[in-house]
């Protein structure tokens, strides 16, 4: 499977740690990527010859991405950053495409040292994709080297969502929520397992949690890093602009606050994508437009970047922004990733009636901290719940220890 400025060639030799899977399936084939050295090229070059707009007129980011921010990280993209780091990282874990459905789906998959793995299948969402994962396949793999016990092993499978990174861009219309977690559960099941759990935040939720509701036999469980949980009152209110309800507990007060900056200041980019996403040609054909446009996802994720690329370090480094930014560019995903706004009908954040075992990780700085009180009526079977100290949408990417930590946590219980 090619997209433009890539070329495939034979997988890289994965660290010792790593197992290659058993290939079974006909359809499976293993993928690697190699960028076009013309398409770096010219990638420096947009980037170099970009036509500025003129500074915001306000102190903080209430006009959108701040200049000094989109010109510090376009002076090293331009300069310093190296695509063929994160390439050859890429490259060193076990990738494949399988077709499903019509659709070439790409994915890494690492099986574990240990006998008695747990298989996960982890989605991302937008605008990720699956480097956000790179930092958690050894914690969870090989957990004996990361503070964690032999038995706390995973299996990992890390698909690409369609329209995204290296999976195929679908060709007609449909590809939903829905329909991907019929891919995922495809996939399992051509990958042999019989017995699997289910991990997602963000659209990687969406995916997860329509996954649990289709109930394949082999899914036990699921864990979510950005749960559905806002009661309808909630929502209601939250849609109209008027007060909070009265009666709130502290928890759920700091959710509303959350929720209520997000209804009124950060649903922008959800709205054109929802309703306009073939209207997006300009992320196509300027990396700092695009760049600009995926920083602006949520207000704690841009503060976090704006810090990076003044110098501070932070969870996430100016090459972890960039590797997953020119992902987007060099496999021109970004109007094709926008079209699963337009295509979901779901209502993102309402809860969705899932009555498996599920798992529940809050991070403090996510679009919302779900309280456990909306968190228990939205999974009747809550088998773990907890409030990290930090972290925000990319928990898995910023985070990666308190993450992996989470994620053992929160299936011990199925083992």
């Known amino acids: ?21 058993s290939m079974t399936h006909p359809n499976v084939r293993p993928f690697s990527f190699t960028a076009a050295d013309q398409a770096l090229a010219d990638l420096r070059r947009r980037v170099t010859a970009t036509i500025w707009p003129d500074k915001e007129l306000v102190a903080d980011a209430s006009q959108g991405v701040q200049f000094a921010t989109v010109q510090q990280l376009a002076r090293y993209w331009a300069t310093e950053y190296d695509w063929r780091k994160a390439e050859a990282r890429l490259n060193a874990f076990p990738q494949f495409i399988t077709e499903i459905d019509g659709l070439d789906i790409h994915f890494i998959h690492v099986r574990s040292q240990e006998p008695n793995a747990l298989p996960l299948i982890v989605t991302h969402g937008w605008p990720g994709s699956v480097i956000e994962q790179l930092k958690i396949v050894e914690p969870l793999t090989n957990p004996t080297a990361h503070g964690g016990r032999a038995a706390d092993a995973f299996d990992l499978v890390i698909p690409s969502l369609p329209g995204h990174g290296f999976s195929g861009k679908p060709t007609t219309t449909g590809w939903d929520p829905i329909r991907i977690a019929r891919a995922w559960i495809a996939l399992m099941q051509r990958l042999g397992y019989t017995r699997y759990v289910a991990q997602g935040g963000d659209w990687g939720n969406a995916v997860t949690e329509q996954m649990a509701l289709l109930a394949p036999p082999g899914l036990v469980g699921i864990h979510t890093n950005m749960p559905a949980t806002i009661p309808e009152a909630i929502a209601k209110a939250l849609a109209s602009g008027g007060p909070a309800p009265a009666g709130l507990s502290a928890d759920e007060q700091y959710a509303w606050d959350q929720l209520d900056y997000f209804y009124k200041h950060g649903l922008g980019y959800a709205n054109e994508m ?52 020119t992902l987007y560019w060099l496999t021109n995903t970004a109007v094709s990733s926008a079209r699963l706004y337009w295509e979901s009908h779901l209502a993102f954040f309402a809860p969705k009636g899932v009555s498996i075992p599920t798992a529940v990780s809050v991070f403090p700085d996510e679009i919302y901290a779900a309280p456990r009180s909306w968190t228990e009526k939205a999974y009747p079977k809550l088998i773990h719940y907890n409030r990290l100290s930090k972290g925000g949408h990319f928990a898995a990417w910023e985070q990666p220890q308190a993450f992996s930590e989470e994620i053992r946590a929160g299936f011990r219980s199925l083992r």
């Open 1 to 21: 499977m090619t997209q433009p400025g890539m070329t495939p060639e034979p997988s890289m030799t994965p660290p010792p740690s790593v197992m290659q899977p």
């Open 274 to 325: 929802a309703n306009r996403p073939q209207t997006l040609y300009a992320l196509a054909d300027s990396p700092v437009g695009l760049a600009a446009w995926m920083l602006d996802h949520d207000i704690a994720s841009y503060r976090l970047i704006t810090r990076v690329f003044a110098g501070q370090a932070e969870g996430l480094t100016r090459d972890d922004i960039l590797d997953n930014v």
